[in-house]
């Protein structure tokens, strides 16, 4: 059994930032990749980032150059630092972690952006 643990949603002004913290815990080995994704109000859940074992990062053009997504291994635990924050980022952020042998989804927090 694994938990993810999400933290660090909230309300925030257009042009302001975040952090978002996921921590892993449970029969963990070993994890792959680990990121969050993203779903809006009537809209499809979307990539936001996704960072593997040995820091090679992925993320939807929307957020490049804004948002940065790191991991500390030995917490098992993924940051996502959102900066320049925009309405169009307001949505419900869900945590993913890869162990290879099954994938975990955290409950989700809400990032809601003010213009």
């Known amino acids: 059994q694994v938990q993810l643990v999400e933290s660090g949603g909230g309300l925030v002004q257009a042009g302001g930032s975040l952090r978002l913290s996921c921590a892993a815990s449970?029969?963990?080995?070993?994890?792959?990749?680990m990121g969050w994704y993203r779903q809006a109000p009537g809209k499809q859940r979307e990539l936001v980032a996704l960072?593997?074992?040995?820091?090679?990062?992925n993320y939807a053009d929307s957020v490049k150059g804004r948002f940065t997504i790191s991991r500390d291994n030995a917490k098992n635990t993924v940051y996502l630092q959102m900066n320049s924050l925009k309405p169009e980022d307001t949505a419900v952020y869900v945590c993913?972690?890869?162990?290879?042998?099954?994938?975990?989804w955290g409950q989700g927090t809400q990032v809601t952006v003010s213009s």
């Open positions: 960072i593997n074992s040995v820091g090679y990062t």
């Open positions: 993913f972690v890869d162990l290879l042998i099954d994938d975990y």
């Open positions: 449970g029969r963990i080995s070993s994890i792959n990749r």
